[in-house]
């Protein structure tokens, strides 16, 4: 064999390593460039929604991508119209309310089934499980009927009630602390720790990923939610923000300027959340495996 076969694949393989470089590169620049259109496409609706917030109604309609006389008359309109700050009080008590106490059930619970052997366990576990396929609307009229029994009707503690527990947290936090350590739980039992202490001591700051993850899920969900209190609601002033904003979708025609500053102004809490704990919401978010 000569010096020139041995030389040439050495000479070949930088060759080969720019090829595979290059391929690299493209894929990456394919992917941020699909994820920039993406991105684009999410965003644009909130975009459109902040810019016709401060159009004047005669060029509410106008497709330029920036209001040639911005204006707040939508705002005032809105907040003359509705009750707005009121209703964005309301949302917030019963999203946050709904949020600690589901996640305190959820964490109490999933505690219980993770960890305690009981008879009929799994049957009950099951059955706590099978409550998360039944739609809204089947269990919508008995709950209606039950508020409206115990006189809560148009309050915020009727919206609260139905939602202090749900399905859904119980499972993820079982799930959870099933894949927990049992050796560092068995650890914390031989140096004495109750099973009280166990919970709060050694589950709960480690699960804090999915605790957190649950948290926004439940939070943001809650914000969102519309027919529960279009149910029960009677006015405006016990109403939600969700109620406010239909408001100005009438039969004689919508009112786009107030609607679009209604919804920027309901929109702004949950965004201004997702702006502070950005990081944590991420991090907690694949941490936890939510996606």
């Known amino acids: 064999m000569t010096t020139d076969a041995l030389a040439r694949p050495a000479l070949a393989r930088p060759a080969t390593l720019r090829r595979i470089s290059t391929q690299s590169g493209l894929n990456t620049a394919a992917g941020h460039l699909l994820m920039v259109l993406l991105s ?11 810019v016709s ?22 705002y005032t309109r809105a907040i003359d119209a509705i009750p707005i700050a009121r209703m964005l009080v309301n949302t917030l008590v019963f999203s946050a309310v709904s949020t600690v106490f589901q996640l305190l059930t959820g964490i109490l619970a999933a505690f219980a089934f993770a960890r305690w052997r009981f008879p009929l366990d799994k049957l009950v576990y099951t059955a706590v499980a099978l ?18 029994q115990m006189g809560l009707l148009d309050s915020v503690l009727a ?18 602390m099933r894949g927990f350590p049992r050796e560092v739980i068995e650890a ?20 804090r990923g999915t605790i957190a993850s ?7 969900s809650t914000w969102n939610e519309y027919f529960w209190p279009l149910l029960l609601s009677r006015t405006a002033e016990n109403s939600v923000v969700q109620i406010g904003i239909q408001m100005f979708m009438t039969a004689e025609g919508n009112q786009w300027g107030p609607l679009m500053a209604a919804s920027t102004l309901a929109s702004l809490p949950v965004l201004v959340i997702y702006i502070v704990l950005q990081r944590q919401v991420v991090q907690s978010f694949m941490k936890s495996g939510i996606r």
């Open 159 to 176: 919206l609260i009630l139905p939602n202090i527990a749900a399905a859904l947290a119980i499972m993820l936090l079982a799930q959870a």
């Open 53 to 74: 917030s401060f159009r004047p109604a005669n060029t509410l309609f106008e497709t330029s991508l920036w209001p040639t006389q911005p204006s707040l008359d939508n």
């Open 214 to 220: 649950l948290a926004i899920l439940i939070f943001i």
């Open 188 to 207: 914390a039992r031989m140096d004495g720790a109750s099973n009280w202490r166990i919970l709060w001591e050694v589950l709960v700051p480690n699960l």
């Open 40 to 50: 684009i496409f999410c965003l644009f609706p909130v975009y459109w929604m902040l």
């Open 131 to 148: 409550t998360w396929l039944v739609p809204f609307q089947v269990v919508m009229i008995p709950n209606y009927l039950l508020i409206a």
